[in-house]
């Protein structure tokens, strides 16, 4: 993989011309940068810049107002090649709160090891409903300790306005959910994204998060799909990377004050 090429296309498809995420949301593009702007539950927050030293507190103090003045928390996702390179230094100072950072990792689906089982007593089903996107929230809950609430309803919204725009699955043994993960497939790009994928921690280590990685993957291939990519943690990165994802750059979501 040529990784300067691919990253390239990544920004130029996924955050320059970024899409909204969902029903409700839209896309604004002002000076210097591109950001989206969601309902109290969905994503708000800013996707793509092209700023520098002497811009840059300034459209940090101006997307800080602007959220403000909507009452909506945000997050300015910093990815690690984003300019000027003491950005993150200058959202700290502005009262930003960094969390963990993550790799992102793309895969060519071409090139991927998709021909993962489930284990053993597990079964994969897909989410086309109420009762699945319950089933979904409770994985995110059990597995991350975090409130499920905005997803349930991101999730919800996105099947309901158009279901060729997400595909979401839960990993059952017996009837016990033990994870859950979802896709997001945006046309007229390619790249269709992983996100979410998690597992109730008894049951780690068992290649269930891998079977979902492969199992989505496969269904993006099937749709015409070129590149998969996951934002992913420390603990999924030597998982994904076994199955032929690659790291392009680190993303850190910083959080407004």
């Known amino acids: 993989m040529d990784h300067a090429a691919v990253l390239a296309l990544y920004d130029r498809d996924m955050r320059q011309g970024a899409r909204p995420d969902g029903p409700g949301a839209r896309i604004e593009r002002v000076a210097g940068l591109v950001r989206q702007v969601g309902s109290a539950h969905g994503w708000n927050g800013v996707v ?8 840059a507190d300034a459209a940090i103090e101006e997307q800080v107002r602007y959220y ?9 996702k910093l990815y690690g090649h984003d300019l000027p390179v003491d950005l993150g230094k200058r959202l700290r100072a502005a009262g930003f709160t960094a969390e963990p950072e993550e790799t992102l ?4 689906v071409a090139d991927l090891t998709l021909d993962v089982q489930a284990p053993e007593g597990i079964r994969i089903l897909p989410v086309t409903d109420s009762a699945g996107v319950g089933l979904v929230a409770d994985v995110h809950e059990k597995a991350f300790g975090t409130d499920g609430t905005r997803l349930r309803h991101q999730l919800l919204a996105q099947l309901a306005a158009d279901a060729d725009t997400v595909v979401a699955v839960v990993a059952l043994a017996g009837d016990e ?3 859950a993960a979802r896709m997001e ?9 992983l996100w979410g994928g ?6 780690r280590g068992r290649g269930i998060y891998r079977a979902l990685v492969a199992h989505r993957a496969k269904v993006a291939a099937s749709r015409g799909y070129r590149y998969v990519q996951v934002d992913a ?5 030597p998982i994904l990377a076994r199955l032929g994802f690659e790291p392009l750059t680190t993303t850190t979501p910083y959080v407004s004050p």
């Open 48 to 55: 793509w810049s092209d700023l520098h030293e002497n811009t």
């Open 68 to 76: 403000a003045g909507l009452g909506r928390e945000f997050e300015w």
């Open 105 to 108: 990792m793309v895969a060519e």
């Open 177 to 179: 959910p033990v994870s």
């Open 185 to 193: 497939l945006v046309a007229g790009t390619r790249f269709a994204g």
């Open 198 to 203: 998690g597992t109730v921690a008894h049951w």
């Open 233 to 237: 943690t420390a603990q999924s990165r």
